[in-house]
């Protein structure tokens, strides 16, 4: 393990995990409790599409995803309220679409295409302080976010319409959220990549799900599992030598696995 951390581009890569799965674990407690993994699945797969479309325009792939994920997860909800349209519909819809983009720009991407192919499967090792920086700075922003908006998420999450009569903003939280879920995938690409970063937002928040009732300890547990999962997930790809983003998601895998033994919910069943 020391030896790990004599090299100063696995600490950059071990920062850039650590804050990558927080973030994905926090934002996974939305998409687990308002049960919509489809709009989830389909932000992530459009940041990717973005970054890929970015890389074969010649522009930053981080603004290419930056844009396609806001993109959709604004192009959703707006789809999703007319009429004869429901949120599956939308989501159906917008994920075919990103994904015939993705492999378009990837198959148009001249030369090897190695940086495309980093985007499928994440490379943490081509982290710099820069991604850091960015990673500290969105994180902060949604651990305050959640923190300011506490109550009314909690009131939203256990009565929508009552929440509703009461005069709390469902639809400028709920836009927030996506946006948000839109930054942190765009940010998290190079950390996990573009076909596993789904796996990493819900299974850590389902692992949460697993071990408490308290919406509180819910956000700490996934933003806990989230890391761990990214870490441990680095550790174990560098010393076998395999994709870092499928490392990570099966270790996350393992925890769901072994959280669904010991959970105090299952057996009060």
Same mark, same amino acid.
């Given at each position: 393990?020391?030896?790990?951390?004599?090299?100063?581009?696995?600490?950059?890569? +071990?920062?850039?995990?650590? +804050?990558?799965?927080?973030?994905?674990?926090?934002?996974?407690?939305?998409?687990?409790?308002? !049960?919509?993994?489809?709009?989830?699945?389909?932000?992530?797969?459009?940041?990717?599409?973005?970054?890929?479309?970015?890389?074969?325009?010649?522009?930053?792939?981080?603004?290419?995803?930056?844009?396609?994920? /806001?993109?959709?997860?604004?192009?959703?909800?707006?789809?999703?309220? !007319?009429?004869?349209?429901?949120?599956? *519909?939308?989501?159906?819809?917008? +994920?075919?679409?990103?994904?015939?983009?993705?492999?378009?720009?990837?198959?148009?991407?001249?030369?090897? !295409? *190695?940086?495309?192919?980093?985007?499928?499967?994440?490379?943490?090792?081509?982290?710099?302080? *820069?991604?850091?920086?960015?990673?500290? $700075?969105?994180?902060?922003?949604?651990?305050?976010?959640?923190?300011?908006?506490?109550?009314? =998420?909690?009131?939203?999450?256990?009565?929508?319409?009552?929440?509703?009569?009461?005069?709390?903003?469902?639809?400028? =939280?709920?836009?927030?959220?996506? /946006?948000?879920?839109?930054?942190?995938?765009?940010?998290?690409?190079?950390?996990?990549?573009?076909?596993?970063?789904?796996?990493?937002?819900?299974?850590?928040?389902?692992?949460?799900?697993?071990?408490?009732?308290?919406? !509180?300890?819910?956000? $700490?547990?996934?933003?806990?599992?989230?890391?761990?999962?990214?870490?441990?997930?680095?550790? /174990?790809?560098?010393?076998?030598? /395999?994709?870092?983003?499928?490392?990570?998601?099966? $270790?996350?895998?393992?925890?769901?696995?072994?959280?669904?033994?010991?959970?105090?919910?299952?057996?009060?069943?």
């Amino acid at each position: 393990m020391e030896d790990f951390f004599t090299y100063t581009f696995l600490q950059r890569a +071990f920062l850039l995990a650590f +804050f990558s799965g927080t973030l994905c674990g926090l934002m996974g407690v939305f998409v687990a409790l308002w !049960r919509i993994s489809l709009v989830g699945m389909c932000i992530s797969h459009a940041a990717f599409a973005g970054a890929l479309g970015g890389l074969w325009l010649g522009f930053s792939p981080l603004l290419g995803g930056l844009g396609a994920s /806001i993109a959709a997860a604004g192009f959703a909800g707006a789809l999703a309220e !007319r009429p004869g349209f429901s949120l599956d *519909t939308a989501m159906g819809i917008i +994920f075919s679409v990103v994904m015939s983009l993705a492999m378009l720009a990837l198959g148009m991407l001249p030369g090897a !295409r *190695t940086e495309g192919l980093g985007l499928i499967w994440g490379n943490l090792l081509t982290a710099t302080w *820069t991604d850091i920086s960015c990673m500290v $700075v969105v994180t902060l922003f949604v651990v305050l976010f959640i923190c300011a908006l506490f109550k009314e =998420i909690q009131a939203i999450l256990c009565h929508k319409r009552a929440a509703e009569a009461c005069g709390i903003p469902i639809r400028p =939280i709920y836009y927030s959220t996506l /946006i948000l879920m839109g930054l942190v995938v765009a940010f998290s690409l190079k950390a996990v990549g573009g076909l596993l970063i789904y796996s990493l937002i819900i299974t850590p928040a389902a692992t949460a799900l697993q071990l408490t009732y308290s919406l !509180r300890n819910m956000f $700490v547990y996934a933003a806990l599992f989230g890391a761990l999962a990214s870490c441990l997930g680095l550790y /174990i790809s560098y010393f076998l030598d /395999i994709p870092t983003g499928a490392s990570i998601v099966m $270790v996350a895998s393992s925890m769901l696995m072994i959280s669904m033994l010991l959970s105090k919910k299952q057996k009060m069943q």
